[in-house]
Structure formats: structure tokens, C-alpha cells
């Protein structure tokens, strides 16, 4: 087992160095909330889609957000993206604009039931099973805040916020499928580092000192989701005999769910008083142990594809995040401080046309 988390470790170390490189100093202010900016899970054939993560399915291409699809996957999907993002800031007259990116994700993803030996075998098995190793950032924070508040005993008080670093999600997700419906279920390792930092200056006197308080904290745990789908054909079985699957009309009804998970936290306090060139350490903590919890989550959504050139669905997320904790986090008093959050919601629409499925070799078909 310490094999096994040693390895992840050094993949979640080799992928933060290529975040760290790959991308410029970007400016999220509200990634200081939580555990940061949670980055969009879908892969991009879902997100072309409009999101319709919870219905979508494909038999060349992989859904991670509802590990059911891997039952319907035919042929062995290996997936690499990258993302960029311009960002515009404005403030009472204040713009500040930049560009922003990060890893995607990367996945191999393969039937284990190959449909290569029932032409072989000359026999068509009942069931599908699909699988995946993948590895994608959850969430993200950098930021860069200044502002200043005023004291009676101490006047005007700069105080600088600065917050960088990543969370990942390494999983191994399965998915069977049996007649019309399927079942996944995704498994893995919520690993991440993430450092901040908080610095206090009176601006009124000259020779004032500047209290800085350091946070870096570590997150690990176990993560989980199972989804299920189910597919209502509008083609009876002598119809649909030497048809694609992609060519039967079908009406794609899915969900996901994983509730609250717990993490372990390890983090490192420090306080100092800095003036000219003289640091005093005010107080140290170090491998300081805590709990965190992640909210439940629950993705439901129907997509119908017509059999020819085009799809529409719906979906619907919820996340409870008013339900996050995390042990870790510390103010401006160097004492644990959790910001209270909101549960949150997303509802999406979305359509895709081809306009000539036939045309593998002509892009704008």
C-alpha cells in the first residue's frame, strides 16, 4: 500500500511541475475560498455537448464525470488536453487581465471485453465491461490580494493575501453494461498541496514591522462515484439487426452520486515579525494533523440521440458545499478559520449535429 501511494505521490509531483511550468501567474481571488477554483471535470467530448455529463455516452469516447459509459466503450480511448483561459479583473476602475492555463487531464481508458475476440470467437457476450486509469486536477489556487483596513490603535493596515497550489484526482474507474442498462463505479486518490500566505503592515509609521503568517498544508484521502444508465430504444430488435449502435434512436437516462468524503490534512504554521532586515519567529507548528471533508455531489441529466446526425439533452448538478470542512485553513489570527460556503447548482442544455457522420475524412462533415 505504501508502494502504491509513493507512486501516485511522484505522478501528482511530476504533474505540479509541469502545472508550474506551463502556466503564468494567474489572479483567482475566489480560489481562496474552500479548497479553490474547482477546474471543469468534463472531458471535452462533454463539454462539446454542453455538459450533459450525466447521460453521455459514446463507444470511442470516454465521460469520465459517469464511469457507466466505460460499459459502452468498443475500442481503446487514450485522451491528453490542456486547457487556457484569458481572465479579465475589474474593480471600481481597475482592470487587470490575464491568461491562465493548466493539464487538463490524461487518460487511457479500454474495453476489457473486447469486441475483437466475439468477431473472433464468433460469439456476441452479454455483458460489456469497460476500463480507465485517469488522472485530472480538482481544484486550483492562486491569487494575489491587497487591501487595506483601518484600526484606531494602529491606523492603516496593508494586509496581502497570496495563495498558490493544486489538488488532484488519480482514479481507476470500471463500468459493465447488461442489455439496456450499466453500471460504473470510480475509484482513486484525492492528493494535493497548497500554500498560503498572509502578510499585516501598519502603513502610518515608518519603521512598522510586518507580521506574516505562513500555511502550507497537504491533502489526501479517498474518493468515490457510481453512476448508472439506462437506455430506452425506439427500434424493436428486427430493426435494429445490422444497424450500428450509434444509428438506433435512443432516449439516455443517467445519475451519479458519491457523498460526503473525509480527507487527512498535514500542515506547517509559521509566524513571523519582520522589520528591515530583522526576522523574529513569533511561532512554529509543524506536522500538524487535521480532517477535511468534501461535499456530496449529485449529477442527473437525459440525452436522445436521434440515430442520425443529431442529440439534445438536459442535466442537472448539485453539490452541497456548505456541508466542506477543512482543518487546515487558517486567518489572519493564525487559528483555523473556515469561511462558510453555499451549496451550489448548475442546470445545462445542450445539442450536437454532424452534419455528415459518414464523412470520417473530411473535417467539416
Do not use: C
Not at 455537448?49 to 469520465?64: E, H, K, M, W
Not at 445519475?255 to 506547517?268: E, G, K, L, P
Not at 507548528?285 to 440525452?303: I, Q, V, W, Y
Amino acid at each position: 500500500m505504501q508502494l502504491k501511494k509513493t507512486f501516485w505521490m511522484a505522478i501528482v509531483g511530476i504533474l505540479a511541475q509541469i502545472s508550474l511550468h506551463a502556466q503564468s501567474d494567474g489572479n483567482s481571488p475566489f480560489s481562496r475560498l474552500g479548497i479553490g477554483d474547482i477546474l471543469d471535470p468534463n472531458f471535452v467530448s462533454v463539454s462539446l455537448s454542453g455538459g450533459l455529463s450525466a447521460a453521455y455516452r459514446d463507444p470511442y469516447q470516454v465521460n469520465i464525470a459517469n464511469p457507466a459509459s466505460l460499459g459502452h466503450l468498443r475500442a481503446t480511448a487514450f485522451e491528453f488536453a490542456v486547457f487556457g483561459r484569458r481572465n479579465t479583473l475589474s474593480e471600481t476602475g481597475n482592470t487587470d487581465q490575464f491568461w491562465d492555463g493548466n493539464i487538463g487531464y490524461i487518460s487511457l481508458a479500454f474495453p476489457i471485453i473486447n469486441p475483437i475476440n466475439e468477431l473472433i470467437e464468433n460469439r456476441k457476450r452479454k455483458i460489456k465491461w469497460g476500463a480507465q486509469l485517469a488522472i485530472q486536477p480538482f481544484t486550483r489556487e492562486q491569487y494575489n490580494i491587497s487591501t487595506s483596513s483601518y484600526n484606531p490603535d494602529v491606523g492603516t493596515i496593508k494586509q496581502e493575501f497570496v495563495g498558490s497550489g493544486n489538488t488532484y484526482k488519480l482514479t481507476m474507474n470500471h463500468g459493465i453494461k447488461w442489455k439496456h442498462t450499466s453500471l460504473g463505479l470510480s475509484t482513486g486518490l484525492f492528493l494535493g498541496s497548497i500554500k498560503n500566505e498572509i502578510n499585516l503592515r501598519p502603513t502610518d509609521e515608518i519603521f512598522s514591522r510586518t507580521a506574516r503568517i505562513s500555511n502550507g498544508y497537504s491533502v489526501s484521502g479517498f474518493v468515490w462515484n457510481l453512476g448508472v444508465m439506462h437506455d430506452i430504444e425506439f427500434m424493436d430488435e428486427k430493426e435494429k439487426e445490422n444497424l450500428a449502435e450509434i444509428r438506433i434512436p435512443r432516449l439516455t437516462i443517467g445519475a451519479t452520486v458519491h457523498s460526503n468524503t473525509s480527507f487527512n490534512t498535514r500542515s506547517d504554521i509559521q509566524v513571523l515579525s519582520i522589520a528591515d532586515r530583522q526576522i523574529d519567529t513569533i511561532r512554529t507548528s509543524t506536522d500538524m494533523r487535521a480532517m477535511g471533508k468534501l461535499p456530496l455531489e449529485l449529477n442527473l441529466g437525459f440525452l436522445y440521440n436521434s440515430g442520425h446526425n443529431w442529440s439534445i439533452g438536459a442535466n442537472y448538478y448539485f453539490s452541497k458545499w456548505s456541508d466542506y470542512r477543512n482543518g487546515a485553513q487558517i486567518g489572519i489570527d493564525g487559528q483555523n478559520q473556515l469561511i462558510p460556503l453555499v451549496d451550489s447548482w448548475k442546470f445545462s442544455l445542450g445539442a450536437t449535429i454532424v452534419p455528415n457522420p459518414n464523412a470520417i475524412r473530411k473535417l467539416f462533415s
